[in-house]
């Protein structure tokens, strides 16, 4: 075992030590920058968990997204098909709704210089041909007992009659 | 001591600690150098081949089909939209028991399992992977198999979903012939999906995603941009399409007609609101239908206009000043001898007025009338009214109509033409011609797409090209001439509840393409007209083909319905009334009659005058048409239509019309 060549007893405070090779400056320097290269790490591995996680809940929103507008485009669908003219029909006549016809729109003159060739016949005194037979006429033929009620809702009792009828049955 | 020193020199722990370090970061060098290059090597040299490893691992290739593009009506509501939907397809590799597959899916597809096995079975024996099993499944039946599948105890396996589109029409038959179809490539068939199709395209995006080691994707984007598709707005309303379909479905079987169309056009703007062919079908179903109903009648189908034609003669001699609505024409004995033929009209006798030969449709008056226009102005004046050559209007397959040059006229040809005959038009375009004189003079091309969309933001409106074709004073003479057609004249069945109205009837013989020649038993009737009269707000074309009820006058057939529709839609449309209500029976004895027999020919003199009167026409000459060659023309002669008297129609009607006489 080789002995170390030291000497005994000296003292130490006079003894000169020489320039240290590998400053403190320099550690603490390389310290610094591993820590800062460490931190960065720390940052970037950070950063790029993170993206990873709003990518995922980005992808997630975007497909919830497709999927509510799939379903949007669903329920437009089921309300044009609801409010498209043969169900208003359908809804019409189980309300109780007797159907618009030509002959029954009430179209009245209203003013200004009366034209030559029209006359001034009243839609109840005549029929015209294609005329269905409307209940709201003073004159028009009452509905068979078996028969189903028709009403033509011109006004909020009318209105109100019809809701009784529908309660009762 | 001298080697003692030089052994304290030789082993200075300082320089020795300095070495050892030295050592240690030229190992670490080393070492970090080495892998340097190695990075280098692989970044640089293995690049491409890394990276494609890498992408392989994580990335997946996209395909997005985006979504055909939607159509509106004008009022906002979807006439057609494209939802997606999903498909159930098999790989028979994957599927253990055929029998039990098969069984368990066609219970929910309600089909027979039979459907199922035999393409399943064919496939495995083929070795493809894919077989469709059930495409654009909705969404109660989707959730059924999706149960399916979930079903642990059943243990199906090689069933897959895929997304694919699904084209939806939601008022199933309202205006089918205008919006047209897609099919299940969602490529444009027929109609507005047709025609359109470029701008309603959904393209394919291609693109990628990344995913983690549990499949979730963090990242994704497109490799290529590609224009969206459009959504196209009409100037379809789906109410007064909805009207016009039926009225126009009970009018065609009223009259026992074998088709009918409806066209409702606003005057102002060449919007159409309502284009109605009847027979009509389902969008939704339109594999169940013939093709031969797919037809767009109103702008593919042509037909000799009659009476109808008759305002282009009228307008032509009024715009050069020739007549006047009030002048007056002598007929004497209503006979009018052409080249080779003579023309016999029971309406017209003595001193009859311009604007009542109109009304009663005398044919004497149009020809001669026609007459002292001349060829040249006549055919000139036709082809402004828009005859001869397409509307323009954006529906696939429009025909030209026919409208020969006066150089392949034969020496009835300017008299035939000028009542309708030895010409074909379109329904579309005799439209336009009416609403020229509804707007004072003004043809606007009549246009069924009122703006393009993108995102909900307006791309493109529709600008139509305007032609003033005779003057608003001439416009205005004319819509006051056929007032009195509808007050007093042919269409009086078209004197609207409420309103002033205004039109022309026509009642043509069809050409018989295999007989080459006018078949008088098949008629086409029309009526083409407006309302208010002063102030038209909508004009609306009826067209009935073959009505065979009795009654097949356009003013008895087509009329009543042009009435029908007019009388719903003003209302709706705020038209204020102005005219009083009529609610009166028109008496067929009322209206003057319209069909229109053979005239006597001056080459067969031994033609009963008697029997012609009696309505039994007798033919004596080949008929030619506007279809056939020039060679063909100059050939046969065209045969000239009389206006029947009252008397004659009782006689010849049979059934209905019978009876009220």
Known sequence: ?169 | MAKNSKKTKNKNPMQTAFTRFMLVVAFFILWIGGIGARLVHLQINQHEWLRGKALSQRRDQTKEKLLRGTIYDSAGHFLAMSVNAKSLFADPSEIEDFDKTAREVAKVLKVKANEILKPLREARENNRRFVWLARKLDEATEQKIEALLENKDLKLAGLHWREEQKRIYPYNSLAAHVIGFSNSDDVGLAGIEQSQEELLHGAVIKGWQDRDRLGRIYDEAETEEREPPKDIVLTINNSIQYKAEQALEKGVKAANAKSGMAIVLNPKTGEILALANYPTFDLNKYNEFPAEIYTNRAVQNMYSPGSVFKLVTYGAALQEKLIKPDGEIDCGDGIIKLPDREIVDKHCHDRISYAEALAVSSNYVTIKTATSLGKERFYNYSRGFGFGEPTGIELPAEAHGQMRSPGTWNGDSLASMSIGYELNVTAIQAIAAYAAIANDGVRIKPHVIKEIRQDEKVISRTEPEKTQIVSAETAKSLRQMLMKVVSSGTAKRAQLNGYTSAGKTGTAWKYDAKLKKYDESKYVSSFIGFAPADTPSVVIAVVLDEPQGGARDGGQVSAPIFKDIAEQILPEMSVAPDANIRQEVVKDEDIPTEIETLSASKTDKKTDKNSAESGKVKETKKENSPGDTEKNVKQKQPAAMTEKPKTETKNKSSGANKGKT
């Open chain 1, 1 to 169: 075992m080789s002995r170390r060549n030291l000497t005994k007893n000296k003292n130490t405070k006079q003894i000169r030590r020489e320039s240290d090779p590998i400053p403190w400056r320099y550690c603490l320097l390389t310290l610094i920058c591993g820590l800062l290269l460490v931190v960065g790490f720390f940052f970037a591995a950070r950063q790029h968990f993170s993206s990873m996680d709003y990518g995922i809940k980005n992808s997630r929103l975007r497909k919830q997204k497709d999927e509510l507008g799939d379903a949007q485009r669903q329920l437009l669908l089921a309300k044009e098909i609801a409010l498209s003219p043969i169900e208003i029909k359908k809804a019409a006549k189980k309300l109780g709704l007797t159907e618009m016809t030509a002959a029954n729109i009430e179209t009245f003159y209203t003013g200004g210089d009366k034209p030559e060739n029209t006359k001034t016949d009243k839609p109840s005194e005549q029929k015209s041909p294609n005329a269905a037979p409307t209940n709201n006429k003073p004159d028009a033929k009452k509905p068979e007992k078996d028969e189903k009620p028709e009403k033509k809702l011109t006004d909020s009792k009318d209105k109100k009659e019809v809701r009784e009828t529908k309660a009762a049955k």
